[in-house]
């Protein structure tokens, strides 16, 4: 994600508070820590996405923001080690 909307401004500059706030009401993001709360960010990615080049600023901040904590909750609980070569 480039945290830039369509026209090419970055996203902060063009949220709107209100709507933005209702997004952030609805979804209430936070750090997961439960495959329950994992599992609820992937379906308000999924549905976000699923909205393809209509998403507003507002809506790509919150999939941001979902797909950072997303990724961090992965890293803690499928990390990789490294393969020894054979």
């Known amino acids: 994600m480039t945290g830039k909307d369509s026209t090419g401004k970055p996203v902060s500059a063009t949220l709107n508070r209100k709507s933005h706030g209702s997004l952030l009401k609805e979804d209430q993001p936070k750090v997961i820590i439960y495959d329950e709360e994992y599992n609820l960010a992937i379906e308000s990615i999924d549905k976000l996405m699923e909205s393809g080049e209509e998403v507003s600023a507002d809506e790509t901040s919150l ?24």
Do not use: G, H, K, R
């Open 63 to 86: 999939l941001e923001l979902l797909s950072i904590l997303v990724e961090m909750y992965e890293d803690s609980q499928f990390s990789l080690e490294s393969a020894s070569p054979q």
